[in-house]
């Protein structure tokens, strides 16, 4: 039986994902540093997420590859956004969605 996921767990699940790649990351938590992960499929279709850390600041930018998808995003951004500052206290935390050209995600 599938079980159908919520959009706000969704978000939850995506906050945590990247959180715990930025904890696990020595260079990140120093304040320094930028790492590419990929979410797992059922998580946000398996996009790609870019995080970069200067300083005190915090850089979460989603790599969507499906249209749908990034719309989903945008419209959760703030969700995604209070999941990341509840996890990463010492830093300013910015999320967003990059969207392409042409058409595409």
């Known amino acids: 039986v599938e079980r159908v996921v919520s959009a706000s767990e ?7 994902a990247v959180a715990d790649a930025i904890l696990v990351t020595p260079g990140l938590m120093r304040g320094e540093g930028e790492i590419l992960i990929r ?16 300083g005190h600041r915090l850089s979460v930018e989603f790599q969507p590859q499906i249209a749908e998808t990034a719309q989903f995003i945008e419209r959760n951004l ?18 967003s969605v990059r969207k392409e050209r042409n058409g595409r995600v």
């Open 39 to 54: 979410l797992k499929p059922e998580v946000l279709d398996g996009s790609a997420v870019k995080i970069t850390v200067a």
């Open 78 to 95: 703030p969700q995604l956004q209070q999941v990341l500052v509840a996890r990463i206290h010492s830093f300013t935390v910015a999320v």
């Open 10 to 16: 969704m978000m939850v699940r995506a906050a945590e």
